[in-house]
């Protein structure tokens, strides 16, 4: 088999949405004060149709919020849905055994591209509240396809 490359421009990033977005407070938490730092978790799911060259990725993201003191301030729940145009989908997609699935550098540049897009919208979104600095680290998107932490 040859080596498959990622050709950027045939990947076209076309609507983001957020199917959930919910932030907890616990209830003895000064409503004023911010989070020290987060325990954060993270989760995908990847569908695509292959006629119409369409991927669908389902970012899911958990973050709770905690004191200096490692008392939890709050948790946070993100699931946003990421949809993609693959021109050439079919390059990356291979059959095994009663399956198809799709090849590992495609799906990991896809939870890439979402997963940096997260980050600046979870930024702008917790922007005065509890998670006020919640800024998703730089990871490794493979370990999220292969070691989901959710």
Do not use: C
């Not at 040859?2 to 919910?22: C, F, S, W």
């Not at 407070?25 to 989760?43: E, H, K, M, Q």
């Not at 990421?82 to 050439?88: A, C, G, R, S, T």
């Amino acid at each position: 088999m040859a080596a498959v490359k990622i050709i950027p421009e045939k990947i076209h990033l076309q609507d983001i949405k957020t199917i959930n977005a919910k932030l907890e407070r616990s209830p003895d938490t000064n409503i004023v004060a911010g989070a020290d730092d987060f325990d954060l978790r993270f989760a995908h799911d990847l569908s695509w149709d292959d006629t119409n060259n369409r991927v669908a990725l389902t970012l899911l993201i958990e973050a709770d919020a905690r004191s200096t003191n490692n008392g939890l301030m709050g948790k946070s729940f993100f699931e946003l849905l990421f949809l993609f145009h693959i021109d050439n989908l079919q390059d990356y997609l291979t059959m095994d055994k009663d399956s198809v699935k799709m090849n590992i550098l495609l799906a990991a540049t896809l939870v890439g591209l979402s997963f940096s897009t997260a980050r600046g919208m979870l930024l702008t979104f917790t922007r005065n509240t509890l998670f006020e600095g919640l800024i998703l680290p730089v990871v490794n998107p493979v370990k999220i396809i292969k070691e989901p932490s959710i």
